[in-house]
């Protein structure tokens, strides 16, 4: 059995997506969020910002396409895009099956106070169990139909909508490791495989899935080929590579703004220097390593047992971490289960 080890700065452990420690034991990620904090000049950054809006604002009906999930992160970049840069954007909402009752009251209530117009699409549900279960059991993650689907589908409304701008929200250097926040981020076909399909284009989830849907039922997890987005002009900027940015401060903005309640992560809090390691240990004791109190609804859906889930995800193991079924605690049900969908 091998011990987890874990960042000596902040507490992700080193199962964590793209993560390597350096020889003081800190994460790329924490590093990564040194240079946010003392090599980046933001004002520049802001200045370059406003050169790529002017190209493109009102030159269409959009300005731009903000992809919104209704989680802290979108919420704040829809507001900032409104408020702080006075575009006029296309909201796009790739509804992926997963959004609980306060996310939805959330999201209306931001398109209200904001004023923006809605595209939202919901692939069939019937392919997403599929999708759920097949992803699960290739790579121990479930959600390929999330990642792609949220990517792929919001680059495929700007080539059909023929708005080249879309403004993503943080980078992805502020939870992994996958660029330098010196360089300035772009999401494009290449940087989708590399991050985003968990190395499962369309075509091959289609031959893993064996006949079981049809090719067509796969379309929106496909990315714009390449023509079609030399063709549009496509520019797909990730907001925080221009403005500095602070979840924990960005909640506060979309609280006060838009009403929302949300809460945010403690190793971003602990980059940000809000809370110590120390607190940081005792919330992911107080949470962390339980039995999900949705895991029982999770099953029905993907239609296996808890043994066979526990199977999968300990084939993926890359070394024996000691799990014991036996040790398990159970995680406190979440405030809203109540209103849940349960049709299967």
């Known amino acids: 059995m091998k011990k987890m080890k874990y960042c000596a700065r902040c507490i992700l452990p080193q199962t964590h997506e793209s993560i390597n420690f350096d020889d003081k034991g800190i994460c790329n990620v924490c590093r990564l969020a040194e240079i946010k904090h003392e090599e980046i000049d933001w004002d520049q950054r802001g200045r370059i910002l406003n050169e790529i809006i002017d190209r493109y604002r009102g030159k269409g009906q959009y300005d ?7 989680g802290k992160d979108s919420a704040f970049q829809l507001w900032y895009v409104v408020k702080k840069l006075g575009l006029r954007p296309l909201a796009v909402r790739f509804n992926h099956w997963g959004y609980r009752p306060l996310v939805q009251e959330n999201n209306v209530r931001t398109f209200k106070k904001l004023g923006v ?3 939202e699409f919901t692939a069939n549900w ?3 169990k599929k999708l759920m279960l097949t992803s699960l059991k290739e790579t121990g993650d479930f959600c390929w139909h999330c990642h792609t689907g949220v990517f792929a589908h919001t680059m495929q ?22 660029h330098d926040p010196r360089e300035l981020e772009e999401l494009n076909e290449k940087k989708f495989d590399e991050m985003i399909d968990l190395g499962i284009n369309a075509d091959k989830m289609y031959e893993l899935l064996n006949g079981e849907v049809d090719k067509r039922d796969l379309m929106p997890f496909v990315f714009p080929p390449k023509d079609e987005m030399e063709r549009l002009g496509a520019k797909a900027i990730y907001l925080g590579n221009y403005i500095k ?3 924990k401060r960005q909640v506060e903005i979309i609280k006060k703004e838009l009403g929302c309640r949300t809460n945010h992560l403690a190793c971003i809090d602990i980059r940000n220097g809000e809370i110590d390691r120390e607190t940081g240990w005792e919330l992911a004791r107080e949470y962390d390593g339980k039995r999900p109190a949705s895991l029982d609804q999770f099953l029905r859906i993907v239609g ?3 043994k066979e889930f526990e199977e999968i995800l300990l084939s993926k193991e890359e070394f024996d971490w000691g799990f014991d079924h036996g040790k ?3 995680g406190k049900p979440l405030p809203d289960m109540d209103k849940w969908d349960d049709v299967i």
């Open 64 to 70: 731009c396409i903000v992809p919104f999930s209704g």
């Open 126 to 128: 019937q392919v997403v």
């Open 304 to 306: 296996i047992s808890e």
């Open 245 to 247: 940015w602070h979840t």
């Open 117 to 119: 117009d809605v595209l």
């Open 328 to 330: 398990l605690e159970d």
């Open 157 to 178: 409304i700007a080539v059909k909508f023929n708005i080249p701008l879309v403004i993503w929200g943080e980078a992805s250097s502020e939870y992994r490791a996958y």
